[in-house]
Structure formats: C-alpha cells, structure tokens
Nanobody, 122 residues
C-alpha cells in the first residue's frame, strides 16, 4: 500500500504564495503519476496539476502560470507551489497517486492523502 500525507496548507492573502507538500511512503511503482486535486465547499473535486515518473507535468487552465508541481524522488515528496493566489483557489487540497500515465479524472487515482486546507483572503 501507499500512504500520502499532505502539509503546508494555511491562510494566505490574495496575491501571496504557499507551498504544499505531499510525502509518500510504502510501496513503490516503476511507472506512476501523482496529482493535486482540490475541493471547495459544495463543489466537486477538481483536477489541479499532475506529474509523472519522468517529470512530465500537466496543469488545469485555471492554475497554469501560477502553480508549479514538482517531485523530489530522493525525498519521495511532491510539491505544489502556489503563486499569485486568488480567493477562488480556496479549497481543501488533496494529493493522489495512480499507477501509469497522467490523468485528470480523480476516479482513476488509487491512493489519496487526507487533504490540507488552503484559504485565500481577498
């Protein structure tokens, strides 16, 4: 099994920055993708960004140019750098992992963290 633990959430002013971390442990896969998703109150969980085992990345249009996803294989930790934060970025952010290529549908991700709250004040 795989365990994912997010950290780094908090309160940030609009225009500010925040870095989320997702520490992975347990079983390792030769080919995998990790992603960030978010869910605001009353809304469905939505894709934010993903990275695969060779460093390829993909972003939702709403965060492109503001968010950066990276993966430190030595530390087994994935990061999401949030810059130019907007109030509409407020949500619980989840990290997830799946075997295989990048995907944007949360239903195909097999492992999930518990989530970390990000709140952006206007």
């Amino acid at each position: 099994q795989v365990q994912l633990v997010e950290s780094g959430g908090g309160l940030v002013q609009a225009g500010g920055s925040l870095r989320l971390s997702c520490a992975a442990s347990g079983r390792a896969f030769s080919t995998y993708s990790m992603g960030w998703f978010r869910q605001a109150p009353g809304k469905e969980r939505e894709f934010v960004a993903a990275i695969n085992w060779i460093g390829g990345t993909y972003y939702a249009d709403s965060v492109k140019g503001r968010f950066t996803i990276t993966n430190d294989n030595v530390k087994s930790t994935m990061y999401l750098q949030i810059n130019s934060a907007k109030p509409e970025d407020t949500a619980v952010y989840y990290c997830a992992l799946r075997r295989g290529s990048i995907a944007t549908n949360p239903s195909v991700f097999e492992y999930w963290g518990q989530g970390t709250q990000v709140t952006v004040s206007a």
